[in-house]
């Protein structure tokens, strides 16, 4: 039924203005929050070669630091916690008829402390061993 005879139905519109408002405002707080960090890297396109691949075994030092921060040299207690005892013993484990430089591989513990990991690596400095790796345990889900 038509109760207005003589008025036709107007078509319902979509007013933009307020949804570009509504935009331009969202577009300005995101400008405004948002934090620009320049992240700044080297692209290496590494050679590549034919040959197989050869095993090198490296001699390495297994430097361990427990929880408490005792520290062990390939399995043998360093006595003083100090640099210099720490650096007498890396020395001691070095072999003389090596070839390469040793690799040092820290295994320390999860709650060891920071600083008893940095006195091993200052002791290696010291010791002319620059090779340092750490050791992980892989996480098994």
Do not use: C, Y
């Not at 948002?34 to 700044?40: A, E, G, I, M, N």
């Not at 001699?59 to 361990?64: G, L, R, S, W």
Request: glycine share 4%.
């Amino acid at each position: 039924m038509n109760f207005r005879r003589g008025s036709r139905h107007e078509e319902p519109e979509i007013n933009m203005i307020p949804l570009i408002d509504v935009v331009l405002v969202i577009i300005i707080f995101l400008m405004l929050t948002t934090t620009f960090s320049k992240v700044s890297g080297l692209e290496i396109n590494l050679p590549t070669a034919a040959a197989d691949a050869s095993e090198a075994v490296a001699d390495e030092i297994v430097v361990a630091v427990t929880a408490a921060g005792e520290v062990l040299v390939d399995r043998q207690p360093v006595g003083d916690r100090s640099i210099d005892a720490i650096a007498a013993a890396l020395a001691r484990a070095v072999p003389a008829d090596a070839d390469d430089v040793p690799v040092i591989v820290i295994s320390a513990d999860a709650k060891a402390t920071h600083q008893s990991v940095i006195d091993v690596m200052q002791a290696a400095q010291r010791v002319g061993l620059p090779h340092i790796t750490f050791a992980t345990q892989a996480v098994v889900e």
